[in-house]
């Protein structure tokens, strides 16, 4: 098992950042195209799925501090290797600092196939939160340039 934790800075408020993590129709701009369903309640059944419907992950919310924190597990479904491990957990902290947000997300308990499964992706998916809310256009990412 093993951890992932990434921290940034956002210029935004905690209820801005809120709303960006837990609206499907703001999710679909930065988490690879994927809405993100929850009532967001503690127990509540979370799922990351295409427009389709294909689901790509699911989880419960086990804790919440609407809008500073966030506690769900992560289960990816769609990846068989990932598939067969337990869950995960993966919590957001939200910390209001002046004009912008420390925001904290702290990935555990990964098992070796989620373990690749997210390799780079949350910095991917954190960047583009960050560039959706400082500028309110997604961010369009391509492959390198050549040195």
Not at 28 to 40: E, F, K
Not at 85 to 110: K, N
Not at 119 to 130: C, P, T
Request: overall charge negative; charged content about 25%.
């Amino acid at each position: 098992m093993s951890e992932r934790r990434l921290e940034l800075y956002i210029r935004c408020t905690p209820v801005e950042l809120w709303s960006a993590i837990t609206d499907p129709d703001r999710t679909r701009l930065y988490w690879y195209g994927a809405l993100n369903h929850s009532d967001w309640t503690p127990g509540a059944r979370w799922t990351s799925e295409s427009d389709d419907g294909a689901l790509f992950l699911e989880g419960e919310i086990i804790e919440l501090e609407r809008p500073h924190r966030l506690l769900h597990t992560f289960h990816v479904v769609h990846e068989p290797a990932a598939a067969a491990e337990a869950p995960s957990r993966v919590e957001w902290q939200i910390t209001p600092m002046g004009d912008a947000c420390r925001l904290v997300l702290v990935h555990t308990e990964l098992g070796r196939a989620a373990h690749a499964y997210t390799d780079g992706g949350w910095e991917l998916i954190l960047s583009g939160l960050k560039t959706l809310l400082e500028t309110g256009q997604p961010l369009k990412v391509g492959q390198p340039a050549p040195m």
